[in-house]
């Protein structure tokens, strides 16, 4: 059975390996807005079967305020058998597709997740050559309520050396995020491999919100309250959102479309943010 979630920001999306039940566990407990236990890259071959027993008897057990999610194999090596044993008494709030390559795979595992009366959001990873150039298709497929983007198996695929800058992926990860704008979805930023570097995922995550997205992929708990507070708006935005959405009123009762706030004309563009901004926030 599925739990009925409120609309919940998705800032911090933290994975746990699927065949470590105390690992599992203490996810939870985490802040993660989004936990996902993994049945993919974090699990060798050889404990593929263990580690779906795990995280179904783990779905039933544990206690978890934010969205729970499982990320199954790719569509035709594995998924299928992975949903067969996980889905059992208590379903996951949502599904990731890794190495996504077209629309259809979204729409396959739509498909699965229908005939077995679970039909939840699919979070689908662009990682990919093919998953780049299909973005926009993946972000429309019926199913998709958010797109991640994965820096690391990507350049692999192109055969590119991964530097600090990420000039190598930079296009690449402003295309997928484009490609979740446009169809109305989630847009989450790769993962930061280096988790004790604090000082360096701080400035990417806050770079990733200046670019536009919606939150981060998180390897290890201590990086979930750094990501946290870097998609989380400050007193300052919050304010500034404030009286725009102020001024937007009062332009209203004047039946005037364009108005000034700070010295600044203001009109749809900024009214817009103002609004995610408060949402984000919490007070809206």
Same mark, same amino acid.
């Given at each position: 059975m599925a739990r009925q979630l409120p609309s919940m920001a998705r800032r911090s999306v933290l994975f746990a390996p699927g065949d470590q039940p105390g690992k599992l566990r203490k996810a939870v407990e985490s802040g993660a807005d989004v936990v996902v236990y993994d049945l993919e890259d974090a699990?060798?071959?050889?404990?593929?079967?263990?580690?779906? #027993?795990?995280?179904?008897?783990?779905?039933?057990?544990v206690d978890v305020t934010g #969205?729970?999610?499982?990320?199954?194999?790719?569509? !035709? @090596?594995?998924?299928?058998?992975? =949903?067969?044993?996980?889905? !059992?008494e208590q379903i996951p709030d949502s599904v990731m597709l890794p190495k996504v390559p077209s629309g259809d795979a979204v729409e396959t595992l739509a498909g699965m997740l229908a005939e077995r009366d679970a039909a939840v959001p699919i979070l689908s990873i662009v990682e990919s050559a093919a998953g780049v150039l299909h973005a926009e298709a993946i972000a429309a497929a019926d199913g998709t309520d958010a797109v991640l983007f994965g @820096? #690391?198996? =990507?350049?692999?695929? =192109? !055969?590119?050396v991964r530097t600090p800058e990420g000039q190598e992926v930079a296009h690449a990860r402003q295309h997928t995020l484009m490609a979740a704008r446009a169809a109305g979805v989630d847009a989450i930023d790769t993962h930061y491999p280096a988790y004790e570097d604090d000082a360096g995922l701080r400035e990417q995550a806050r770079e990733g919100r200046r670019l536009g997205f919606d939150g981060k992929m998180t390897i290890h708990p201590a990086q979930v309250p750094i990501v946290n507070d870097a998609f989380t708006p400050g007193?300052? #935005?919050?304010?500034?959102?404030?009286?725009? =959405?102020?001024?937007r009123n009062e332009a209203s009762e004047r039946d005037s479309?364009?108005?000034v706030v700070d010295g600044e004309m203001i009109d749809a563009p900024q009214v817009r943010q103002a609004e995610r901004i408060l949402e984000r926030a919490g007070q809206r």
């Open positions: 699990v060798v071959p050889d404990q593929k079967d263990v580690a779906r #027993e795990a995280v179904r008897d783990a779905l039933a057990a #969205e729970l999610c499982v990320r199954v194999n790719p569509v !035709g @090596a594995g998924a299928s058998r992975d =949903l067969s044993v996980v889905l !059992g @820096a #690391e198996d =990507l350049a692999g695929d =192109l !055969g590119a007193e300052s #935005e919050v304010e500034w959102a404030r009286r725009i =959405l102020a001024g479309g364009v108005f």
